[in-house]
């Protein structure tokens, strides 16, 4: 055992839409937290690994954004993301690059004024300000809370993010590994596959439908076709709309069969293998405030 090696849990906060799956999938090397320019996109608490042989293993948890709830999904969601602040051994806080510290910040200043887990602030989209502006917006943070430190960067273009690893490891304490070398995520497949179809409809959906949708999986089966594995995935979009079914099929089908392809070259690259994708729409109204449904699309209370 490298007497050296050091491993922890490190949670990645902030309000919905700041970054946080973009600097994670960044740090990994590969896409398992989904994307989209849509508040509310990570709901689940879902955890990557990233391991440094010499010096030690990280476990990243990534929680929904801290957001004042407005349903039972937004509440089972802001629980997730304070749940884990008690219970990691550092917090990464990015926020975007501002002087002014809104209300929604305040917030979670409050909440972590409540922990004595060390927070790096970390100011993220800093390639789209001037670089002098930068010391202004760290200044305007330094005076409300004491950061263990301020890092700024730019997750998308990989600016400033090499230095980030070093700079946790600081934090963390000695101890073995987790998860063996080549773990990346603790994810179920089944649970990325959903997610890469509620992904793809997000981005295909733009503004047209709200984040009323859920995917579950109905069957995952691997088989050989010819001369190669082939999975095949049977899916259900769930919304809350009968008039937002009409808008995920499309005319003539088309959203479905563009969601339904876009997923699929993405399950492909995960699954390493072909994939035969068959997608169903749904509605259940209001599922976002049924506990039963919530926990139906795989959103699983904590236990504390």
Known sequence: M???F???FVTLIGRPNVGKSTLMNHLIGQKIAITSKKPQTTRNRIQTVYTDEEKGQIVFVDTPGIHKAKNKLGEYMVNVAEHALNEVDLVLWLVEPASFIGAGERHIIEKLKKVN??????INKVDTVKKEQVLEYIDAY???YEFAEIVPLSALRGENTEILPDLIFKYLPYGPMFYDEDTVTDQPQRQIVAELIREKALHALEEEIPHGIAVSIDRMKERKGAGQKITDIDATIICERDSHKG???????????KIGSNARFEME??????VNLKLWVKVKKDWRDSDFLIKNFGYKEERS
């Open 6 to 8: 050091k491993s922890g």
């Open 247 to 257: 808008i995920i099929i499309g005319k003539g089908g088309n959203m479905l069969k």
């Open 2 to 4: 490298n007497q050296s």
């Open 142 to 144: 330094r005076k409300v």
């Open 269 to 274: 690259r995960l699954l390493e293998c072909k």
């Open 117 to 122: 887990t060390p927070v790096i602030l970390i």
